[in-house]
């Protein structure tokens, strides 16, 4: 069983920034892409950010520019460097795991989520 565990949400100003982490328990970590998405009040669920086992990353059009996802294979860690946070980036941001190699920008690819970290951005 797989565990994923998010934090560093908070309450930011616009313009601040905010740094999440997604702590993922297992020996295999390395081997999956991992993904952030996020879900606001009365949404759905929307794809954030993703990095492959070898490092490529990709980024839905709002995150471009401001958010940069990472990885630390040693720590088992995923992270997610916010800049330039906007209102509209409110929500709760979740980490998940892949169970493919392709499509990671759909929430249908991943098998194993978080319980998420609440990120509110005041004007």
């Known amino acids: 069983q797989v565990q994923l565990v998010e934090s560093g949400g908070g309450l930011v100003q616009a313009g601040g920034s905010l740094r999440l982490s997604c702590a993922a328990s297992?020996?295999?970590?390395?081997?999956?892409?991992m993904g952030w998405f996020r879900q606001a009040p009365e949404k759905e669920r929307e794809f954030v950010a993703a990095?492959?086992?070898?490092?490529?990353?990709t980024y839905a059009d709002s995150a471009k520019g401001r958010f940069t996802i990472s990885r630390d294979n040693a720590k088992n860690t995923v992270y997610l460097q916010m800049n330039s946070l906007k209102p509209e980036d409110s929500a709760v941001y979740s980490c998940?795991?892949?169970?493919?190699?392709?499509?990671?920008?759909?929430?249908?690819?991943?098998?194993?989520w978080g319980q998420g970290t609440k990120v509110t951005v005041s004007k």
């Open positions: 297992g020996r295999t970590f390395s081997i999956y892409s």
């Open positions: 990095i492959t086992s070898g490092g490529s990353t």
């Open positions: 998940a795991r892949a169970s493919t190699a392709w499509g990671i920008r759909s929430p249908r690819s991943y098998d194993y």
